[in-house]
């Protein structure tokens, strides 16, 4: 019986040995099975990046057809847009795409006029615009009024590789460059969409190409200006 008990309390945990193989075991598992799990957030957070600019556009187009208020309470005349910056003051790592009301400005043209060919929404009264420019169709920085920012190179691993589009007068391709931008305005009530490239091109439609970095994975986001409705396309 004495031996038995010896035994049994020989065997009653692990040695040093043991302890260390187990600890090796386990590091080996986690550093290899680290890379996938990386890997997988990096595509996870990649996928989601896309499909919030996908619902950006619905929900500028939305909300033009609810025909919902401005800050002033009133239907803005500009309606609600969406803008594609491709880069910003020529930075590749500052690429943003903005959900906005396309508002008063102060005079985007800086020549100190007003445009009066675009026609005034019912709900504004003369004095409303007395002193004020009307929407323009693009997003002016500090004019128009930013409702919502995705920052594309936040993760830094995103980013937009090309932004392109058809013209609308001829059908002529709208070649993507660094410093490209594309503006869709919808309308209330209707959700009338113009699509401009660069602020003065008038596209029919555009393509936005998303790329995974790390995996050299695309996402292509393609709108028609008659349809209005986003597609991805998995390249």
């Known amino acids: 019986m004495e031996n038995w008990r010896k035994l049994i309390s020989a065997r009653s ?4 040995v043991e302890l260390i193989v187990v600890i090796v075991i386990i590091t080996t598992i986690t ?4 890379p996938g799990f990386i890997n997988s957030f990096r595509r996870g957070q990649f996928e989601n990046s896309v499909a919030k600019v996908v619902v950006m556009l ?24 969406v803008f594609f910056d491709f880069t910003s003051e020529a930075d590749p790592t500052n690429q943003k795409v903005i959900l906005f009301v396309d508002s008063w400005n102060n005079d985007p043209d800086g ?6 060919a675009r026609e005034v929404n019912v709900n504004y009264a ?12 693009i997003y002016t ?13 936040s993760p830094p691993y995103v980013q937009i590789a090309a932004l ?22 919808f309308k209330p009530p209707y959700a009338e969409t113009t699509i401009f490239g660069n602020s003065i091109t008038p596209l029919q439609n555009f393509e936005a190409d998303f ?3 790390t995996e050299s994975s695309t996402r292509t986001i393609k709108f028609n200006r008659v349809t209005t409705t986003a597609q991805v396309i998995q390249n």
Do not use: C, H, M
């Open 13 to 16: 945990g692990f040695t040093l």
């Open 31 to 34: 550093v290899a099975a680290l």
């Open 58 to 81: 619905e929900k500028a187009r939305t909300q033009a057809l609810a025909s919902e208020l401005d800050f002033d309470q009133k239907i803005p005349p500009g309606g609600y847009g």
């Open 111 to 116: 020549d100190g006029s007003s445009s009066d």
């Open 126 to 137: 003369d004095e409303d615009i007395a002193s004020r420019t009307l929407p323009d169709g």
């Open 141 to 153: 920085d500090g004019g128009d009024i930013a409702l919502s920012t995705i920052e594309v190179n």
């Open 164 to 185: 392109r589009g058809e013209q609308l007068a001829d059908g002529a391709e709208w070649v993507s460059a660094p410093g490209n931008t594309v503006t869709v305005i």
């Open 211 to 213: 790329n995974l970095v």
